[in-house]
């Protein structure tokens, strides 16, 4: 590593930190953060719910008899690739993400996203065969990157810090909010005799995107994104009004301000934004690797044989009633969604490094076990080896709900300003690529090796919690723009205001940079000089 210094030194030296624990009133009795996280929830944090629906759904239509018939009854390769379209779009749009957001900011990324959905879910719903859904699909999937890494940046960069971790899992979770909506919806429409059992969930697959229509006009643009346009009048206000509840004194306003304004000035002149950057230095290789293996680590881990194909995984354990897959698909989504706000509330008392290892090395035990039970089953029909399996996925899903919220966390802290959108625009091509891969080669492993097929996954688990192990570091506990230095050591683009005592006495001081680009500080009686 670049440095020697851990995110405890960094937080602890940190002033905004200091400052910021200083605050001992929680956010619900604070009227403009209130208002904000009301917007937020439809505006941004209900945006993966489109994923989860969509995942969801699919796993429902399966067990939907006029989707089945209405499409020829899809199997292997063709099912594959009906399901894969979604993240093969979403692979086609992610390299002009980054530019969206960059350029026009978090809003309108998100604001594109949701038009392309709606217009996806309107083909979807129309759809008269299979090439017009495989179609829809691809639409969907080039407007869900837009959205979630609009939304994902917005909250990470406009949330009050000692919410953001809490806020960005619970946004990762409302894929859970989807995917149980879906799975009511199929359950209720499955019955009904004709084509509107599944195009009547397709219509409502547009409902989260209608919500953040909506209601994105209530929010505010990132802090962040409108320092680097040169509008830094307005981030300032937007933090006074959100962070100090319009409290212009506010000396955390003041020393975050100041951190963000002039580490984002040093990375700007630094940057020529290109993607090349990215390779350049060891911190940044560093970074695309965690990236990298962040997406396709949330995909490859077994949750997508359960995610799109639940109902044969339960066939291959002799659980064929339609009514009865439904139903478990119905009550597993309700208890990832309880184990996933557990899972992002568990954000606040754990390290990010020990909750994904503790996350993997539960479910590479849980998954050994649901192999075995499934082999059971396989080698003697024995009915309670087919109810261990249903308890392994029931037991995996905790383990797998404690790693998830972290995806967007950590990514984002991860990746400095003027390299954000890029990051996490990498985890989405993996994540969406991994997806795309699964999606199309599990029905064919399923169909193919049965039981054996898990072995994959046993095997590819543990070597995820080695590369975790070998290659993630702790980030949690310094802010945003401090955790460069976690990664670049003193080539760091980043001003820090740190905690010291000044000769008088004072604890606040003004910043300033030497010709290396790194943060150095002068000490000032009043804090909010730095704003100027």
């Avoid at 339960?314 to 989504?333: E, P, R, Y």
């Avoid at 479910?363 to 009915?383: D, E, G, P, R």
């Avoid at 797998?400 to 984002?412: A, C, R």
Wanted: aromatic share 12%; net charge neutral; charged share 15%.
């Amino acid at each position: 590593m670049a440095t020697k210094d851990t995110a405890a030194d960094l937080a602890d030296r940190s002033q905004v930190n200091y400052l910021l624990g200083l605050d001992t009133v929680p956010w619900y009795r604070k009227r403009n953060l209130r208002n904000l996280y009301f917007c937020l929830v439809p505006a941004a944090l209900g945006v993966e719910m489109t994923s989860g629906y969509d995942g969801s759904v699919l796993n429902g239509l399966q067990a939907v008899q006029p989707w089945i018939d209405y499409f020829g009854h899809p199997q292997g390769a063709i099912l594959g690739v009906m399901t894969a379209a979604f993240s093969i779009g979403a692979v086609l749009a992610v390299p002009f993400v980054p530019w969206t957001n960059d350029r026009f900011g978090r809003k309108v990324s998100i604001l594109v996203g949701s038009v392309i959905l709606l217009i996806g879910v309107i083909i979807q719903t129309a759809s008269v065969n299979i090439a017009m859904f495989v179609v829809s699909r691809v639409i969907l999937g080039m407007g869900i990157p837009f959205a979630i890494s609009g939304a994902s940046q917005l909250i990470v960069e406009l949330a009050y810090p000692k919410e953001r971790a809490v806020l960005t899992g619970l946004f990762n979770e409302s894929w859970y909010v989807g995917a149980i909506i879906a799975a009511g919806v199929t359950l209720g429409t499955y019955n009904i005799p004709n084509n509107w059992s599944w195009r009547l969930p397709s219509v409502l697959q547009g409902a989260p995107s209608i919500l953040q229509l909506i209601f994105i006009w209530w929010l505010p643009e990132s802090p962040r994104w409108l320092v680097s346009k040169g509008r830094s009048e307005e981030a300032f206000e937007i933090l006074v009004k959100y962070h100090a509840e319009g409290d212009r004194s506010s000396a955390f306003v003041a020393a975050e301000f100041a951190e963000i304004q002039e580490t984002i000035r040093l990375e700007v002149e630094s940057s020529k934004r290109k993607w090349i950057e990215l390779l350049q230095t060891r911190g940044n290789r560093r970074r695309v690797l965690i990236a990298a293996c962040v997406g396709l680590f949330s995909q490859w881990s077994g949750n997508g044989l359960v995610s799109y194909y639940l109902s044969k995984v339960l066939a291959t354990v002799g659980i064929t009633a339609k009514h009865d897959q439904n139903v478990i698909n119905l009550g597993l989504m309700c208890w990832n969604f309880i184990t996933g706000v557990t899972g992002s509330f568990m954000t606040k008392y754990m390290g990010r490094r020990t909750q994904y290892m503790s996350s993997y090395a539960a479910m590479t035990f849980f998954f050994v076990c649901w192999t075995i039970a499934s082999a059971v089953y396989a080698q003697t029909l024995n009915h309670h080896a087919a109810g261990a399996v249903v308890a392994m996925i029931f037991l995996y899903y905790p383990a797998y709900n404690l790693m998830m919220p972290l995806t967007y966390i950590y990514v984002t802290e991860v990746f400095p300003f003027v390299t954000r959108a890029k990051g996490v625009a990498i985890t989405q091509i993996f994540s969406r690529a991994g997806s795309a891969f699964n999606q199309f080669v599990n029905p064919i492993g399923l169909s193919n090796l049965g039981w054996k097929f898990y072995i994959v996954y046993d095997v590819w688990l543990a070597c995820e919690f080695t590369i975790i192990y070998l290659f993630y570091p702790e980030t949690k506990g310094p802010t945003l723009e401090e955790l460069s230095i976690l990664f670049d050591g003193p080539a760091a683009k980043v001003a820090v205001v740190t905690r010291t005592t000044s000769p008088s006495g004072g604890e606040m001081m003004d910043i300033e940079n030497d010709d290396k680009g790194v943060g150095r500080v002068h000490y000032v009686e009043d804090i909010t000089k730095a704003t100027g």
